[in-house]
Nanobody, 120 residues
């Protein structure tokens, strides 16, 4: 069972930056970040696969950057130019697949979530 531990998050004003980190207990081929607002579905916003290819949702493309360290067990999400509609609970997720799926149902492991709040 892979365990994922997130850190980072918090509150920031619009235009500011935050960095999220996720440390996995062991390597998994695909790691990603999802976010969820109350009453809404959990959506993938960024992912990085075993080939180090990155994927971004249109809502964060150009503002967020996903990366993994050389050991591939720590993943980070650098979030710049934050907007109030980025406010959500952010989750780290991992899937034992070489290519990252889009749907949350296809991810096997999840972190506990970390809140990001962006004020105007």
């Amino acid at each position: 069972q892979v365990q994922l531990v997130e850190s980072g998050g918090g509150s920031v004003q619009a235009g500011g930056s935050l960095k999220l980190s996720c440390e996995a207990s062991e390597y998994t081929s695909c790691m990603g970040w999802f976010r969820q607002e109350p009453g809404k579905e959990r959506d993938r916003i960024a992912a990085i696969d075993t080939y180090s290819r990155t994927h971004y949702s249109d809502s964060v493309k150009g503002r967020f950057t996903i990366s993994r360290d050389k050991g591939d067990k720590t993943m980070t999400l650098q979030m710049n130019s934050l907007k109030p509609n980025d406010t959500a609970m952010y989750y780290c997720a991992a899937a034992a697949r070489p290519l990252c799926p889009t749907r949350s149902q296809e991810y096997h492991y999840w972190g506990q979530g970390t809140q990001v709040t962006v004020s105007s």
